[in-house]
């Protein structure tokens, strides 16, 4: 098995018909969770890729907290390692504090919290983890290669939860 993943290691995600998405690990989150996202970016089988640079500051196509199975194993392997660019893509969430009706919004990162508004209450999501496989199946499906499934509409990147909008920084 391979060491853990680093921030800003950038991996390939096939898509089972030879070709492959650009990914990125973003962020780690406590101890085995990371951010990670797809890029705008089909590379063709064995053809030449852009720089570890243009596949990193495409736009932003799949994003979310998973675990790092697919990496460590081997099934997406990582082509080099870039600052990552997007981090501002990243989201905020909703959490609940001593009460379950008490909600504070947190960054990415767990770090910073702020208290909820009736608005963010209703805008951002749970924070939650998914598996590696959901957005390799999703990164398939937005090429066309299966059908879209409403459940990874949570892995679309969303301007108005992420964190810098939550934060304002």
């Known amino acids: 098995m391979k060491p853990r993943p680093n921030e800003g290691e950038v991996f390939l995600v096939p898509l089972g018909d030879g070709r492959s998405v650009a990914g990125q690990v973003l962020a780690k989150f406590r101890r085995v969770n990371y951010f990670l996202a797809t890029f705008d970016v089909v590379l063709e089988g064995d053809a030449v890729f852009p720089s570890l640079q243009q596949l990193t500051t495409a736009p932003v196509s799949l994003l979310c907290l998973s675990l790092d199975a697919?990496?460590?194993?081997?099934?997406?392997?990582?082509?080099?390692?870039?600052?990552?660019?997007v981090i501002d893509s990243l989201?905020?969430?909703?959490?609940?504090?001593n009460e379950p009706w008490n909600?504070?919004?947190?960054?990415?990162?767990?770090?910073?919290?702020?208290?909820?508004?009736?608005?963010?209450e209703r805008l951002y999501p749970f924070r939650t983890v998914?598996?590696?496989?959901?957005l390799e199946r999703a990164a398939q499906a937005l090429e066309g290669l299966r059908e879209w499934d409403r459940e990874w509409d949570e892995l679309l990147p969303d301007p108005e939860t992420s964190w810098i909008r939550a934060f304002g920084e």
């Open 70 to 85: 697919k990496l460590r194993n081997g099934d997406w392997p990582v082509i080099g390692r870039s600052p990552v660019s």
């Open 91 to 97: 989201p905020a969430f909703k959490v609940a504090v």
């Open 103 to 120: 909600f504070q919004i947190e960054d990415y990162s767990g770090t910073r919290t702020r208290p909820a508004s009736p608005e963010d």
């Open 130 to 134: 998914v598996a590696p496989i959901r």
